[in-house]
């Protein structure tokens, strides 16, 4: 969630969106948005089994080189949709992008120096560590190609495995096989289980290249959501277990002490399902931390023309979990619900509808585009910003899935 402010001539225009829907409007908006993000994403979906990735509609065709990362959130949200709605329809489209990342995974493991490097705590150094990865890199120790550990590649070279492609393609699988129990796509599984604990460093996190011993906010998230729903879904051997308690408190603490919007929605979704797995209060707290340092940063302000619905999707998932009755508590939760009710009427507003021709420009004008209409469904990057992106969609289809999840589960008690 990146913006800047817009001109103040489109002030007025922007705020009169930002009015609170109600309820009930809300939940039909949201059901017929879905269907239409779903649909979009099925119709987007390539022979390749990977997704159309942007369009800029001034410019006429795709701005940006493609990420890999995006490209499996597109599945992962498919399959997040698919233990919601059981709509078969997105069965297939969910086992091509398994099928295609599978075969631009990439074999890894962790040399015998690598383990021992770990052992000692040297890659958790935090001085000295560019020249240490060059030494490393040098070497060839960071990695051990041919194991039977896999990383997704965008084109099948290790220089090109952005680690958070691999957690995600094992979310998009575990959240499968929820919905279908079929198992055809265990062997991947397991394999991209062992390839993202390759990348894991003790102490610090996950690495954001093979060939890197930087990580970043984004994988760590990812990482860290991918072995929670791991371990929600499946039983762990005693270094797995070990492995995910250090996670936990290593990067409760060092997120809680460094908030960053990158790690939030995929933190707290993974701190959720951990305290739904463990009973554990210090995950109630960090969601409730993180969600009072969320709601007060000013990116907020800077972005109330822009798609938000990334962030979103820890808020609505800490508005699930945070259910106590003393005063602040309450309070927090109405925050959440109004941060959530503005963002989603601006949000809404965003998507491409059916039979839609026109798009509004930067400097507030609408101009009739021809290509719109092809991308009905899809979400657009802004109020003034022609431009759609894979995971801009994905992460709005993940957010109306949570808010619709948590209606469903409220009116059942």
């Given amino acids: ?102 075969a631009q995974s990439l074999p890894i493991g962790k040399s015998p120096l690598r383990s021992l490097l770990d052992s000692i705590g040297l890659l958790s150094l935090p001085v000295g560590r560019s020249k240490l990865r060059v030494a490393l890199e040098r070497l060839d120790f960071l990695y051990r190609p041919g194991t039977d550990g896999k990383v997704v590649s965008a084109d099948r070279r290790y220089a090109n495995a952005w680690a958070g492609a691999t957690p995600i393609a094992l979310l998009a699988e575990l959240q499968y096989y929820r919905a279908s129990s079929d198992g055809r796509f265990a062997g991947q599984r397991a394999a991209w289980l062992k390839g993202l604990r390759a990348l894991h460093v003790p102490n610090r996190g996950f690495r954001a290249f093979p060939y890197s011993i930087e990580g970043s906010p984004y994988v760590d998230g990812q990482g860290w959501l991918a072995l929670a729903f791991y371990a929600s879904a499946f039983s762990l051997d005693e270094s797995l277990a070990a ?68 962030p979103l999707e820890g808020l609505a998932t800490a508005a699930a979990v945070l259910r106590g009755r003393d ?16 963002e989603m009427t601006k949000n809404r507003a965003l998507q491409i509808q059916p039979d839609q021709t026109r798009l509004q ?50 009116s059942q008690r």
């Avoid at 979009?40 to 890999?68: C, V």
């Avoid at 949200?77 to 709509?87: G, K």
């Fill in 1 to 102: 969630m990146l913006a800047a402010a817009r001109p103040a001539l489109v002030v007025t225009i922007g705020i009169a969106l930002l009015a609170v829907t109600p309820a009930s409007a809300s939940d039909t908006a949201d059901q017929k948005g879905m269907r239409l993000a779903v649909d979009y994403l099925l119709g987007a979906q390539r022979p390749s089994g990977l997704f159309a990735y942007d369009f800029d509609f001034l410019e006429g065709k795709p701005k940006e080189s493609e990420n890999i990362v995006r490209q499996a959130a597109g599945a992962y949200v498919l399959a997040e949709y698919y233990v919601h709605a059981r709509d078969e329809r997105v069965r297939g489209a969910i086992e091509a992008a398994l099928t295609t990342l599978d």
């Fill in 361 to 410: 420009l930067p400097d507030g004008a609408y101009r009739s585009l021809p290509r719109v209409r092809d991308f009905s469904g899809a979400f657009l990057a802004g109020l003034f910003e022609p431009y759609t992106r894979i995971d801009l969609t994905g992460h709005c289809l993940s957010v109306m899935v949570k808010l619709a999840g948590k209606k469903q589960r409220s």
């Fill in 327 to 342: 005063d602040a508590e309450i309070a927090l939760r109405r925050r959440i619900h109004e941060r959530i009710d503005a």
């Fill in 243 to 310: 492995l995910l308690t250090e996670l936990d408190g290593n990067l409760m603490t060092r997120y809680g002490r460094e908030f960053s919007f990158q790690f939030y929605h995929w933190g707290t979704m993974a701190a959720a399902l951990r305290w739904k797995r463990t009973s554990d209060g210090r995950f109630v707290q960090f969601i409730r931390e993180q969600a009072q340092v969320a709601l007060d940063q000013p990116e907020w302000t800077r972005a109330r023309f822009e798609n938000t619905c990334a």
